[in-house]
């Protein structure tokens, strides 16, 4: 009922840029927050940046001045722009989605991921 389509992964030198996007849709009666966690190969899934309904953010330290999350309302899109990428960027990015069924409780939800290769 809840879908997350994501795009923008691919392949770059260390130093360049990438965005990626992320856009909901379904039966979502409110979007609490959207946004980002990557999972290197041999590690744990890790938070990236969240961005909540208020307008609050929550970076990583590691992506902190480097990476920036947006979001559009009227799309349910959030966007990440990840800038000065390093091979230790290299993950799979997973979007994140905080969701309220009307009348009913809040939801966690991700998307199937996609690839973020930073070249050295």
């Known amino acids: 009922q809840v879908q997350l389509v994501e795009s923008g992964g691919g392949l770059v030198q260390a130093g360049g840029s990438l965005r990626l996007s992320c856009a909901a849709s379904?039966?979502?009666?409110?979007?609490?927050?959207m946004g980002w966690y990557r999972q290197a190969p041999g590690k744990q899934r890790e938070l990236v940046a969240v961005l909540s309904s208020g307008g609050s953010t929550n970076y990583a330290d590691s992506v902190k001045g480097r990476f920036t999350i947006s979001r559009d309302n009227a799309k349910n899109t959030v966007y990440l722009q990840m800038n000065s990428l390093t091979p230790e960027d290299t993950a799979v990015y997973y979007c994140?989605?905080?969701?309220?069924?009307?009348?009913?409780?809040?939801?966690?939800?991700w998307g199937q991921g996609t690839q973020v290769t930073v070249s050295s």
């Open positions: 994140y989605l905080n969701w309220k069924r009307f009348g009913g409780p809040n939801y966690d939800y």
């Open positions: 379904g039966s979502i009666f409110r979007i609490n927050a």
